[in-house]
T-cell receptor
């Protein structure tokens, strides 16, 4: 089955530790995105990537880093510089042509920093 | 910068009734896209319906339809014959018409919809 997988579903880390969230897609999509969701707020864009080895900052990139070494993978690292890392993180992807600009979302990862 | 406003944090309706969720947005763009996403308790984001700003005709997907008022910058979602499975958070989202991959979705804060049996 084609889709987007995020692992793990729940993640706990101690304050001051870096943590990497996984996002993999087998949809052959070109663009990938990372969003953060906080209670009472909509999703906010962290980083996005249009092609392999290229990515751009979104609206709230501070304290985060990404890489895009493979088309199907777009891992997000939450660094110790991120002031409030506890949140729900969603990964999305989109094909270059067709599908009317729809972004497909993964199931998300809930990160809790203790 | 674009903003999206959903003024109804929570709504509830009896099963089989019709409900309308409101959304307004602010932009100086002429070409853009609007979306309604559904997030059920599983937290998986699912696209419900989309609207291209250049199209005057309102989009419809089965029981879901929109009322797109471009001049008023309004984009409401109507759910007809509501079902228990419609219980979810609903997010309105805006996207400028940009080059591929460069587009950004701007989301509203969501409306929590509960369908009552």
């Amino acid at each position: 089955d084609g889709g987007i997988t995020q692992s793990p579903k729940y993640l706990f880390r101690k304050e001051g530790q870096n943590v990497t969230l996984s996002c993999e897609q087998n949809l052959n999509h070109d663009a990938m995105y990372w969003y953060r969701q906080d209670p009472g707020q909509g999703l906010r864009l962290i980083y996005y990537s249009q092609i392999v080895n290229d990515f751009q900052k979104g609206d709230i990139a501070e304290g985060y880093s990404v890489s895009r070494e493979k088309k199907e993978s777009f891992p997000l690292t939450v660094t110790s510089a991120q002031k409030n890392p506890t949140a729900f993180y969603l990964c999305a992807s989109r094909r270059r042509e067709g599908q009317n600009n729809e972004q497909f979302f993964g199931p998300g990862t809930r990160l809790t920093v203790l | 910068a674009q903003t999206v406003t959903q003024s109804q944090p929570e709504m509830s309706v009896q099963e089989a009734e019709t409900v309308t969720l409101s959304c307004t947005y602010d932009t100086s763009e002429n070409n853009y896209y609007l979306f309604w996403y559904k997030q059920p308790p599983s937290r998986q984001m699912i696209l419900v319906i989309r609207q291209e700003a250049y199209k005057q005709q309102n989009a419809t997907e089965n029981r879901f339809s929109v009322n797109f008022q471009k001049a008023a910058k309004s984009f409401s979602l109507k759910i007809s014959d509501s079902q228990l499975g419609d219980t979810a958070m609903y997010f309105c989202a805006f996207m400028k018409h940009l080059s591929f991959g460069n587009e950004k979705l701007t989301f509203g804060t969501g409306t929590r919809l509960t369908i009552i049996p």
